[in-house]
């Protein structure tokens, strides 16, 4: 994971769900920034599997990170109130702690749709070719 990009900065907002990408992210930018101090940031949705609450102190306290200074559970009923709350929040969370940036490791998994789509389309086109 290319963490150089990420300047060196006195206090660095995480972004942090309790799951494989941010889990990672936050063990790899504790690493590479031993002298930053880390305030996560955790969005739960009630609606919603995608956060891992549960998993968040079992993470941390496996991690044994030892620069993290402060963190926030925040949790909606569903994503309208998320996406409708979320940014305040962030700011509000962002200068109570003074932070200077955030960083995340969020990433969409496609939707199996998707997946089955592209694999037919491989095969068509594999099948075609096989004809050639």
């Known amino acids: 994971m290319e963490t150089s990009v990420i300047p060196q900065h006195n206090k660095i907002g995480v972004l942090f769900s309790g799951g494989a990408d941010s889990s990672l992210m936050l063990y790899q930018i504790s690493k590479t920034h031993p002298n930053s101090e880390l305030y996560l940031y955790v969005g ?10 549960d998993n968040v102190d079992k993470i941390l306290n496996e991690l044994k990170i030892s620069n ?33 940036c ?6 969409r998994n496609p939707f199996r749709v998707s997946w089955r789509r592209i694999r037919r389309n491989t095969q068509s086109k594999t099948r075609k070719s096989s004809y050639n």
């Open 68 to 100: 993290i200074k402060a963190y926030a559970i925040y949790t909606f009923k569903d994503r309208a109130e998320g996406k409708a709350k979320r940014d305040k929040l962030r700011k509000k969370f962002a200068e109570f702690h003074n932070l200077d």
């Open 44 to 53: 739960s949705r009630l609606d919603d599997g995608q956060y891992h609450l």
């Open 102 to 107: 955030y960083i995340n490791g969020f990433t």
